[in-house]
């Protein structure tokens, strides 16, 4: 590492960047709170499978609907500004869900209520962070930003925040959420302490309208391979994914009687695995580039999916969770810097919308589709489910494997040489 590059880094942390990894870290540290006390409050409420599914599906559904206009509007308006009064809201929000939960008036009905509520407004929030992090950090260092943004939130989420779920629920049911609520208002403040200015963005053309706009970020996907492919085969994988994570509370606390701290557990061997990702990634992708990481992922989690499903032991199912988990870490960091990198200035929010969007598309079907196949033929056929999916998904990768090349880079240990659009 130069001198200049150690300077930099020291710069981003003590800067804006620090300030923005501090409020991504905070808010994922309460999101892991309610995430994982959401699942065991529905599984207290009902029994049915399918019910404590369809929880994690409302959890997705406002990506199909207000995705893409999210991502417009990111573009439109003062990033900074929209994500701190989004986080005020969704404190608010948590909160008075909290107040019911200690009132005695928690109801299944209601967690759906919660989960689509914030999902909608998540929209706006992902996609004007997205779009506001490369006027954040120099390009060189926009990957490994990347990494170390997705590394602090699958520390907070998994070490730090799921296994002190147990510990919150025994001071009461409501404390988890009380605790997200608390968060996401300490972020907002952070969020409005950024200095930078805003990215600049051309005018908009006279009579241009959301709709148009969105088209617009639709057409720029569409017209790169290589993230045309990513996208798809995202949104295959996240079909998967939606059925294993909907129905892994099941798994774990029915068949393998391991209970909250068995619950506990699984998910964070999932975030020991996510962090190894993060340090093995840079030697990853200066092997294989970008793209060819991200098919060696998929086939991976393949593997990973189908032990779960066919081994009847919590010990094989933590242990398999942890090398997905490695491999989704892999996954992540490298899809959203190749669409960050490929995206021309001024339309990541909505290049970043339409990838999200589509990509989360079949999350829903998928978490329906586990509950019922947990339902019908026990929760151990979810993971096998989700492995259905990834099988064609890797497939969909294949065609764009040679759209970058293995190079040195000064951030990450890896870079992505950047193909002409």
Same mark, same amino acid.
């Given at each position: 590492?130069? $001198?200049?590059?150690?300077?930099?880094?020291?710069?981003?942390?003590?800067?804006?960047?620090?300030?923005?990894? =501090?409020?991504?870290?905070? =808010?994922?540290?309460?999101?892991?709170?309610?995430?994982?006390?959401?699942?065991?409050?529905?599984?207290?409420?009902?029994?049915?499978?399918?019910?404590?599914?369809?929880?994690?599906?409302?959890?997705?559904?406002?990506?199909?609907?207000?995705?893409?206009?999210?991502?417009?509007?990111?573009?439109?308006?003062?990033?900074?500004?929209?994500?701190?009064?989004?986080?005020?809201?969704?404190?608010?929000?948590?909160?008075?869900?909290?107040?019911?939960?200690?009132?005695?008036?928690?109801?299944?009905?209601?967690?759906?209520?919660?989960?689509?509520?914030?999902?909608?407004?998540?929209?706006?929030?992902?996609?004007?962070?997205?779009?506001?992090?490369?006027?954040?950090?120099?390009?060189?260092?926009?990957?490994?930003?990347?990494?170390?943004?997705?590394?602090?939130?699958?520390?907070?989420?998994?070490?730090?925040?799921?296994?002190?779920?147990?510990?919150?629920?025994?001071?009461?049911?409501? $404390?988890?959420?009380? $605790?997200?609520?608390?968060?996401?208002?300490?972020?907002?403040?952070?969020?409005?302490?950024?200095?930078?200015?805003?990215?600049?963005?051309?005018?908009?053309?006279?009579?241009?309208?959301?709709?148009?706009?969105?088209?617009?970020?639709?057409?720029?996907?569409?017209?790169?391979?290589?993230?045309?492919?990513?996208?798809?085969?995202?949104?295959?994988?996240?079909?998967?994914?939606?059925?294993?994570?909907?129905?892994?509370?099941?798994?774990?606390?029915?068949?393998?009687?391991?209970?909250?701290?068995?619950?506990?557990?699984?998910?964070?061997?999932?975030?020991?695995?996510?962090?190894?990702?993060?340090?093995?990634?840079?030697?990853?992708?200066?092997?294989?580039?970008?793209?060819?990481?991200?098919?060696?992922?998929?086939?991976?989690?393949?593997?990973?999916?189908?032990?779960?499903?066919?081994?009847?032991?919590?010990?094989?199912?933590?242990?398999?969770?942890?090398?997905?988990?490695?491999?989704?870490?892999?996954?992540?960091?490298?899809?959203?810097?190749?669409?960050?990198?490929?995206?021309?200035?001024?339309?990541?929010?909505?290049?970043?919308?339409?990838?999200?969007?589509?990509?989360?598309?079949?999350?829903?079907?998928?978490?329906?589709?586990?509950?019922?196949?947990?339902?019908?033929?026990?929760?151990?056929?979810?993971?096998?489910?989700?492995?259905?999916?990834?099988?064609?998904?890797?497939?969909?990768?294949?065609? $764009?494997?040679?759209?970058?090349?293995?190079?040195?880079?000064?951030?990450?240990?890896?870079?992505?040489?950047?193909?002409?659009?």
């Amino acid at each position: 590492m130069t $001198a200049v590059e150690a300077g930099e880094r020291r710069h981003q942390w003590r800067g804006d960047f620090g300030r923005l990894w =501090s409020a991504a870290v905070l =808010s994922s540290f309460g999101d892991a709170l309610r995430t994982a006390a959401l699942p065991l409050l529905a599984a207290s409420l009902t029994d049915d499978p399918l019910l404590i599914a369809s929880v994690s599906a409302c959890g997705h559904l406002p990506w199909l609907i207000f995705g893409l206009a999210g991502g417009a509007i990111a573009d439109r308006v003062d990033q900074r500004r929209a994500m701190w009064t989004v986080d005020i809201v969704r404190g608010l929000l948590v909160a008075a869900f909290a107040a019911a939960v200690v009132l005695g008036h928690a109801s299944i009905p209601l967690l759906f209520v919660l989960a689509f509520t914030l999902t909608t407004l998540e929209t706006l929030f992902d996609n004007a962070a997205t779009a506001l992090l490369p006027a954040l950090v120099d390009p060189a260092a926009l990957a490994g930003a990347n990494a170390r943004l997705m590394t602090g939130q699958r520390l907070a989420r998994g070490l730090l925040g799921a296994p002190l779920v147990p510990l919150l629920l025994a001071a009461g049911t409501a $404390a988890p959420f009380a $605790a997200d609520a608390a968060t996401f208002l300490l972020a907002a403040a952070l969020v409005a302490s950024l200095r930078a200015a805003a990215p600049e963005r051309k005018p908009r053309p006279a009579g241009s309208t959301l709709r148009r706009e969105i088209a617009d970020g639709l057409r720029t996907l569409w017209r790169d391979p290589p993230l045309r492919g990513l996208c798809a085969a995202t949104a295959l994988c996240n079909t998967g994914v939606g059925a294993l994570v909907a129905t892994l509370v099941v798994l774990i606390t029915g068949p393998l009687h391991a209970g909250a701290a068995g619950y506990a557990a699984a998910t964070g061997a999932y975030t020991v695995g996510a962090l190894a990702g993060a340090a093995v990634n840079g030697r990853l992708v200066t092997r294989l580039g970008r793209t060819r990481a991200v098919l060696l992922a998929g086939t991976v989690q393949t593997g990973a999916l189908v032990a779960m499903g066919a081994v009847r032991s919590l010990t094989a199912v933590v242990a398999a969770l942890a090398v997905f988990g490695l491999m989704g870490m892999v996954w992540n960091v490298n899809t959203t810097t190749l669409m960050q990198q490929r995206t021309p200035a001024g339309m990541v929010g909505r290049v970043a919308a339409a990838f999200r969007t589509l990509a989360v598309a079949g999350a829903p079907l998928g978490a329906l589709l586990g509950g019922a196949a947990a339902a019908a033929w026990g929760a151990g056929s979810a993971p096998l489910l989700a492995a259905a999916f990834f099988v064609p998904s890797v497939g969909a990768l294949i065609p $764009a494997r040679k759209a970058d090349v293995p190079v040195a880079a000064p951030d990450d240990g890896a870079a992505t040489a950047r193909v002409p659009r």
